[in-house]
């Protein structure tokens, strides 16, 4: 297959491309380079079934030649990106999903749709399943991206009734592990680099707020497996091990054998208090669950971000 990914520099969109490429696919890479990092893509350069192609996708989007796929990982996804770029935000998770939908209806290709945990904001139910409609506040400085990814599963869903395209939803959970920005602004990459720095660790609030935490490798396993075998339906993709961000922090120190302190700093606003993935629907339909543990994870992190001299 030929496929067409978006935000191809990020985090994900690169690693997803690997993916892509080691089973033997061609991927066209589209990023505009606002959170991305070219850096991610620099072993792909020599790699002839790679092609990477500078455009905002909010804009427009174009691709020479045909694709079979077209999957829409472009958007910041970091609190403090989408508080910096709100409109930004706001766009690539509308008229960017448009240009990227248009796309994939104009060449028939299969449509993937990058969502979010974060649909369903603070939830009232625990842990989430697919079924449930979530608990955003639409006006709060999180909104910009929780709409956003909202209203492009409302125009995914829209596309897929109306002009019956091929399409996918994924729900992505918390993921972590190696070309996550130092700077990134998000827990895991904050607590490593804070302790391979000797730095006191953030915490934000009393840190009994929940997350679960995928490792990279299993994210990407279960997006390929959507990619491929799912259905039109939203599938969260998540490794369901739940743990406090304190207890994230006193892991973080133990692994790293760090001597930093632990400061309190404030809850940004709608923080989500909790949250857990319920797999069911992946394990079922993919024979997807995640292996790699919040431990094993953390160290190849941990390595990742010393190889980078931090
Ligand atoms: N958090 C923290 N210290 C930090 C960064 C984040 O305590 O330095 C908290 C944040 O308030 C949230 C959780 O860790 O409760 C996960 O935050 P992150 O930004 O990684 O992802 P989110 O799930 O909020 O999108």
């Given at each position: 297959?030929?496929?067409l990914i978006t935000?191809?520099a990020?985090?994900?969109?690169s690693h997803?491309?690997?993916?892509?490429?080691?089973?033997?696919h061609?991927?066209?890479?589209?990023?505009?380079?606002i959170?991305g990092?070219?850096s991610?893509l620099?072993?792909?350069q020599?790699?002839?079934?790679?092609?990477?192609s500078r455009?905002?996708?909010s804009?427009?989007?174009e691709?020479?030649?045909?694709?079979?796929?077209?999957?829409?990982?472009a958007s910041?996804?970091?609190?403090i990106?989408y508080?910096?770029?709100p409109?930004a935000?706001?766009?690539?998770?509308s008229?960017g999903?448009?240009?990227?939908?248009e796309?994939?209806?104009?060449?028939?290709a299969?449509?993937f749709?990058?969502?979010?945990?974060?649909?369903?904001?603070d939830?009232l139910?625990?842990?989430?399943?697919?079924?449930y409609?979530?608990?955003?506040?639409?006006i709060?400085?999180?909104s910009?991206y929780?709409?956003?990814?909202?209203?492009?599963?409302?125009?995914?869903?829209?596309?897929?009734?109306?002009?019956?395209l091929?399409?996918?939803?994924?729900?992505?959970?918390?993921t972590?592990?190696p070309?996550m920005?130092?700077?990134d602004?998000r827990v895991?990459s904050?607590?490593?680099?804070q302790?391979?720095?000797g730095?006191?660790?953030?915490?934000?609030?009393?840190?009994?707020?929940?997350?679960?935490?995928?490792?990279?490798?299993?994210?990407?396993?279960?997006?390929?497996?959507l990619?491929?075998?799912?259905?039109?339906e939203?599938?969260?993709?998540?490794?369901?091990?739940e743990?406090?961000?304190?207890e994230?922090?006193?892991?973080?120190?133990e692994?790293t054998?760090s001597?930093?302190?632990?400061?309190?700093r404030?809850?940004p606003?709608?923080?989500?208090?909790v949250?857990?993935?319920?797999?069911t629907r992946a394990?079922?339909?993919?024979?997807?669950?995640?292996?790699?543990p919040?431990?094993?994870?953390?160290?190849?992190?941990?390595?990742?971000?010393?190889?980078?001299?931090?």
């Open positions: 297959m030929r496929v935000g191809a990020g985090f994900l969109g997803l491309s690997d993916r892509f490429l080691a089973e033997g061609e991927v066209v890479g589209v990023d505009n380079l959170t990092d070219s991610n620099g072993h792909l020599r790699d002839e079934r790679f092609r990477f455009q905002d996708v804009r427009a989007l691709v020479d030649g045909s694709v079979d796929g077209v999957l829409h990982f910041p996804a970091s609190p990106d508080l910096e770029h409109i935000t706001l766009d690539v998770g008229l999903t448009r240009n990227a939908l796309l994939a209806r104009a060449q028939g299969r449509f749709m990058a969502s979010t945990s974060e649909v369903y904001g939830p139910e625990h842990p989430q399943r697919e079924t409609w979530g608990n955003v506040n639409p709060g400085p999180r910009v929780d709409e956003a990814k909202r209203f492009s599963e409302a125009l995914t869903m829209a596309y897929h009734r109306q002009h019956g091929d399409t996918r939803i994924v729900r992505i959970f918390n972590y592990g070309r920005r130092a700077r602004g895991v904050n607590f490593v680099v302790a391979l720095a730095d006191p660790l953030t915490i934000y609030g009393e840190g009994s707020q929940s997350r679960s935490f995928c490792y990279v490798s299993d994210e990407v396993d279960g997006i390929y497996r990619f491929m075998h799912g259905d039109a939203p599938t969260n993709i998540g490794n369901p091990d743990f406090t961000v304190r994230l922090a006193d892991l973080v120190l692994l054998g001597k930093s302190k632990i400061v309190a404030p809850l606003i709608d923080d989500p208090k949250r857990r993935p319920d797999i394990r079922e339909m993919l024979g997807w669950s995640p292996r790699v919040l431990r094993e994870g953390l160290k190849h992190t941990i390595e990742w971000f010393k190889g980078q001299g931090i």
